[in-house]
Structures are given as C-alpha cells and as structure tokens.
Nanobody
Framework: QVQLVEIGGGLVQTGGSLRLSCAAS????????MGWFRQAPGKEREFVAT????????HYADSVKGRFTISRDNAKNTVYLLMNSLKPEDTAVYYC?????????????????WGQGTQVTVSS
C-alpha cells in the first residue's frame, strides 16, 4: 500500500502561483512513476503531469505545458507541482497518484494509488 497526502492548495488570483506537494509513505517511493490529475466540478478527472521514477522523463497536458512543472525528491518521498500563470480554468481538486507500471502514456486507470486531493481555486 502507498499512502499519498497532498498539501498546498488554496485560493489565488489569476496569474498567481502555487506549489502543491504530495508526500508518500508505505512503500519505496522511487518504485513509482508519479502523476498529478485534476477534477473540476461536473467534469471528469483529467491528466495534468507525470514524472518517471528517476525524474529523467516527464509529460504534461497541453493545457498546462509551459506553466506547470512537476518534480520529485526521492529522498523526501515527495512529488511537487509548481503552477505558474494560473487561470480560472485551472480551478479544480488536484490529486497525486502513483503508478508501479512501466513508463507509458498517462492513463487515469494505470495509477493504483491516489491521494485525497487538494482544492485549487483561481479567482478572475
């Protein structure tokens, strides 16, 4: 089992920044590709960003490319999502997730473990 806890959400104005953190416990953190997803009210959960076990590879949704940066610190068992130039359409609950499979195109159903989510609200 892997337990994931996200922190760092909040209310920010358009153009502002937030950094989300997700702390993992339970198993070897570096055994997992890590991802960030989000879900806005009335919408399906969508992929945001993912990073490989060793941080050599990362992938972003087109909607956040150039604004968001995913990173991880395996020594601290933590994955981060730095969000810059935030827009109202970024408003959602953000979830981190862990995938023990091979590095691959991100799919929501590939991730075995999920955090409880943290709310990000961007005001216009």
């Amino acid at each position: 089992q892997v337990q994931l806890v996200e922190i760092g959400g909040g209310l920010v104005q358009t153009g502002g920044s937030l950094r989300l953190s997700c702390a993992a416990s339970g198993r070897t953190f570096s055994d997992y590709n890590m991802g960030w997803f989000r879900q806005a009210p009335g919408k399906e959960r969508e992929f945001v960003a993912t990073i490989s076990r060793s941080s050599l590879s990362s992938h972003y949704a087109d909607s956040v490319k150039g604004r968001f940066t995913i990173s991880r610190d395996n020594a601290k068992n933590t994955v981060y999502l730095l969000m810059n130039s935030l827009k109202p359409e970024d408003t959602a609950v953000y979830y981190c997730a862990a995938d023990s499979g091979p590095w691959r195109a991100p799919r929501t159903d590939a991730y075995e473990y999920w955090g409880q989510g943290t709310q990000v609200t961007v005001s216009s």
